[in-house]
């Protein structure tokens, strides 16, 4: 019999393997599991050089998986922008930017934020002016919660190329004011060129590669989803995968197209990226593509129109005007891009966004057949009832993030763009789940999320509600799903979709010794304590990547 590196002996284990769902010990050896079963069961894999570690009694559970999260850009945001929270008042925000200013050699950018819709009002004059006044002698941009819009101002704007005779661009949104000179925001593809001028040193991205993955392997997390790599992520990964200091299973979403910051990428140049970096933790047979943006900018594509406001006219409302590709060229980019053996996960927040997304997947399995590559719609945040049942019809998988299905500090700009009836077609966990559709969890940290902390997303699934009660009120209370259900997205599902299938976020003879203690066995909890609860200790691959 081989014998065990490890055994772990007296706990409590949640397996999540259907043959035998609770165990009181786990053999591991070689960073795979020999065994779960009883202390005695277990006993008999110790050989002389095998450690015995007591689990005490404590809670244990197979690691969570991320399927969206900009772990790399959410860490250089923790570390290197000005950050006050999504609640944060104008006057922080303020008080913050002028800080950071009188700390940053002049002419140095200054980015961060996150601005909410609603805080425009209280400016009392235009983005550009506003932050003019706050750091004349700096370029900024403060984005906004979601990332999909900026304010910038004067120098940030000339720097950029920006000015009063600028052409519009296609995609994005260049705003000016009723004398036609520029506010100072820009929207979706207009970022671009902002966004290429702000770029962290290969040092920086190195110390945001190691905190991220700390900060993630403490929130219980044994694997993620990068949704939108470039050249420059995917060579910090691979490099700390080289160097040992990686923890996670990854996989990673090579950007095809984005209006943020890369445009279109041809085949070719993703195939590279594809080869050059890919590693034994970090899988790159995955792309991502923008169907189109978010409700409150609206630049999200929806089948009806948004609520009526000054410049917006609701009876000429063209759902495809706010798509970010032609439906012809995006079928034609999936057919492309499953026929050469990648998963696409395609950003889409409006309801027509989700359906062209579903077409696209439609068109890839007639041209090709079927793949076996189940293609993700990101977000999926608004599905038509036609919609829900093409999700299991085609093999698709509905990504839910961000974490909006709960009151948050978005909310109230949803609602005031869009109406009660689309407002209720919001994060359709349960219809999905109803509909036979795969599901996985996803937070988009940092954009839309301020965290990624899975505890308060799954216990918003139970509930409707903010856990924190920061936010009061319910979310499409209809919605809500039972912890078995929800723990699926962040375990059974999101291992399938990461390439995984039964090799994590299960415990069980032959998968990765992946797992978690927490503080408390939240089978026993209610959502409020599911939120706070806390991980003791995350072990992947058999070894501790984190404890307290």
């Known amino acids: ?131 003019d006044l706050l750091a004349p002698a700096h370029p900024v941009a403060l984005f906004d919660t979601s990332q999909h819009a900026v304010w910038c101002n004067s120098r940030a704007l000339s720097l950029c190329g920006f000015d009063e005779n600028s052409p519009p661009i296609e995609g994005g949104v ?35 590669c190691d905190y991220a993955l700390r900060y993630l392997n403490s929130l219980g997390y044994t694997g993620f989803k990068e949704p939108m790599a470039d050249e420059r992520t995917l060579a910090a990964y691979a490099k700390a995968c080289d160097e040992g200091r990686w923890s996670l299973h990854a996989a990673a979403h090579i950007t095809a197209y984005s209006p943020l910051s890369d445009g279109n990428v041809p085949l070719e140049e993703i195939d590279r990226l594809r080869d050059t970096y890919s590693r034994d933790d970090l899988r790159l047979n995955f792309a991502k593509l923008f169907l189109d943006g978010v409700a409150p900018a609206h630049t999200a594509s929806f089948l009806d129109p948004y609520q009526p406001k000054e410049g917006y006219d609701p009876t000429a409302h063209d759902p495809d005007a706010t798509l970010l590709m032609s439906p012809s060229a995006l079928n034609d980019r999936v057919t492309e891009l499953d026929r050469h053996g990648y998963v696409v996960k395609m950003h889409a927040v409006g309801d027509n966004a989700v359906r062209k997304g579903l077409d696209a997947i439609e068109a890839a399995r007639k041209a090709n057949g079927p793949s076996g590559l189940r293609h993700e719609i990101a977000h999926s945040a608004f599905v038509s009832d036609a919609d829900l049942p093409r999700f299991a019809a085609l093999d698709a998988v509905a990504e839910v993030s961000p974490k909006l299905w709960m009151p948050n500090g978005a909310t109230r700009a949803q609602m005031g763009v869009l109406n009660a009836e689309q407002m209720g077609r919001l994060h359709r966990i349960r219809d999905l789940l109803d509909a036979q559709a795969q599901v996985i969890f996803a937070t988009d940290w940092p954009a839309s999320a301020p965290d990624a902390d899975p505890w308060s997303g799954l216990a918003g699934m139970l509930t409707r509600q903010d856990p924190t009660q920061q936010f009061s009120g319910t979310m499409n209370a209809g919605q809500a799903v039972s912890l078995d259900q929800a723990l699926n997205l962040f375990t059974v599902n999101a291992a399938r979709a990461i390439g995984l299938a039964g090799e994590t976020s299960v415990l069980k003879q032959g998968a990765f010794a992946d797992f978690i203690i927490l503080n408390s066995d939240i089978r026993t909890l209610s959502p409020a304590e599911i939120s706070a609860v806390q991980v003791q200790e995350t072990v992947w691959k058999g070894e501790t990547v984190f404890a307290l």
Request: proline share 5%; charged share 20%; hydrophobic share 40%.
């Open 1 to 131: 019999m081989l014998k065990a590196d490890t055994i772990f002996l007296n706990g409590r284990v949640l397996t999540l393997d259907p043959a035998r769902p609770h165990a009181e010990a786990i053999a591991v050896a070689g960073g795979r599991v020999l065994a779960c079963g009883s202390n005695d069961d277990i006993d008999a894999f110790a050989g002389p050089q095998t450690r015995r570690v007591s689990l005490g009694g404590q809670f244990v559970m197979p690691g969570l998986i991320e399927s969206h999260t900009h772990a790399l850009w959410g860490a250089c945001r923790d570390l290197f922008e000005v950050y006050v929270g999504y609640s944060a008042t104008t006057d922080a925000l303020a008080q913050a930017l002028r800080k950071r200013a009188g700390a940053t050699e002049i002419g140095s950018w200054i980015s961060g934020g996150p601005w909410r819709y609603e805080m425009r009002d209280g400016l009392g004059m235009t983005p550009r002016a506003w932050l």
């Open 174 to 208: 260049i705003e000016r004011d009723t004398n036609g000179n520029l506010t100072g925001m820009l929207a979706e593809a207009a970022l671009a060129p902002m966004r290429n001028k702000i770029k962290e040193t290969p040092e920086q991205l190195r110390e945001a």
